[in-house]
């Protein structure tokens, strides 16, 4: 029997559970988020949830959350650090599962852009919000809480996987965010945040501002957005980079240099 951990509730019907995957992308490791009913005192085994992401197959996080009655199961996206657990939670807890994805999931039909979902004593509504994927969704819960996934992080910026993701599709995204009322953040990675609209508004500033760096950068290299490769920019735009995050750099890097070329 695997050591159970117990969440941590961090507002009124929210407890948080993180996994043990820390990594340079995954910060601390991967969010598991447990809502039920705010008007009840505690998170107590037994106690009906939904749950946003399970998380990657990591055995004592799984059973840590199947301690839980979970009604449903939430994926904001489709990579192996969110989606990993599903079956082994399936086997587990016997919940179904819905995503965006039809392949991910189980017993339930696709989400809808718009849709409220009522169940565990909670009110949620689904946000499509692509460009990290295609396939990213963000949820909010009582109006009051945003479960940003990968599209917005506790701290850092977040990668476009392009050509999946695109960075039109992104700034859509943040800017359909920043236009839902003022509330607490809480990423799939890294911290939670009381408030929401500040950091919005960073991750579309920082876009733009490495916009212009690569605006800048074609400009000395002689080139435009659709001639250069990622290959030509990533020194002069990321100096110092992490190797361990020269890939994900240029997967960001490919997304603008396609917007650039596509808004000449």
């Given at each position: ?25 995954t910060l601390d490791g ?51 650090d969110h989606t990993g ?157 992490d190797p361990r995050l ?19």
């Open positions: 029997m695997a050591h159970l951990s117990s969440p941590t509730v961090i507002a009124p019907g929210i407890g948080l559970l993180t996994a043990d995957n820390p990594s340079e992308m991967t969010n598991s988020y447990l809502l039920f009913d705010p008007a009840l005192p505690q998170l107590e085994p037994g106690t009906p949830v939904v749950l946003i992401d399970p998380g990657p197959e990591l055995e004592e996080h799984l059973q840590s959350l199947a301690q839980f009655e979970i009604q449903l199961v939430l994926i904001t996206h489709r990579h192996a657990g599903i079956d082994r939670l399936r086997e587990l807890a016997g919940a179904p599962v819905r995503a965006k994805l039809a392949e991910y999931c189980r017993d339930a039909p696709v989400l809808e852009d718009h849709e409220v979902i009522n169940a565990a004593g909670t009110r949620i509504q689904v946000h499509f919000t692509p460009g990290h994927t295609s396939d990213s969704v963000c949820f909010t819960a009582q109006d009051s809480q945003l479960f940003t996934g990968d599209t917005v992080l506790g701290r850092g910026t977040t990668i476009l996987e392009h050509p999946d993701g695109t960075l039109a599709d992104y700034l859509d995204s943040l800017n359909r965010l920043l236009a839902l009322p003022e509330m607490s953040l809480h990423p799939a990675h890294g911290q939670q945040h009381e408030t929401s609209h500040q950091l919005l508004r960073a991750y579309l500033e920082h876009r733009e501002s490495r916009l212009e760096q690569v605006r800048v950068a074609l400009q000395k290299l002689g080139k435009a957005g659709a001639d250069a490769t990622p290959a030509d920019l990533l020194e002069i735009v990321y100096p110092d980079l020269v890939g994900a750099a240029s997967h960001s890097l490919e997304a603008q240099l396609h917007y650039l070329a596509s808004n000449r």
